[in-house]
């Protein structure tokens, strides 16, 4: 049945810090995949070279265009030393990947566009449309919530070490 009075109270389970799972005060899970480009890309090995990571997992519908329209102009030029990745969950293999970058204009841009093409990452890290994880130098996850106007995503970026 559906609430229509919710509470407002954050559900999510209690996490112990330290513990490696897709919460906030967690250990970021390490994951490899391919890149649009065919490249292998693992967290680890991004993390390792960047002040921080950003994950926008992405359907390439208009409310995500909106998303990483709003993050490309008010957000990335902010924090050159922070890794922007969009996780396509959608497109089902690399080249469909490639494919919806260049189509939707994010090739050559500052985003990174991982090919997730068995959905391994959205299901690690409990995404869904829109879902913006931020995940700092030391692997912690500092923010996992919905894309809203970047406010957010700002504050938490410019507490990064």
Known sequence: MDDLAPSGADERPAVQA???GPFVS???????????????LSLSSVRASAQGVVLYF?????????HMSNMRSNVVPLFPNVRFLLVDYV?????????AEVANGYAGSQFT????????????YAATMGTTVVIDS???IQMSEDYKDGVRLIDVLG???
């Open 18 to 20: 330290g513990t490696t």
């Open 26 to 40: 967690q250990i970021a899970p390490d994951f490899t995949v391919s890149d649009s480009l065919g490249n292998s």
């Open 58 to 66: 992405t359907m390439w519908c208009p409310i995500c265009d909106t």
């Open 91 to 99: 497109s089902g293999s690399v080249a469909n990947a490639r494919n």
């Open 113 to 124: 566009v991982l090919a997730d093409t068995n959905q391994a990452v959205l299901g690690t």
């Open 138 to 140: 030391a692997g912690i």
């Open 159 to 161: 507490s990064l070490p």
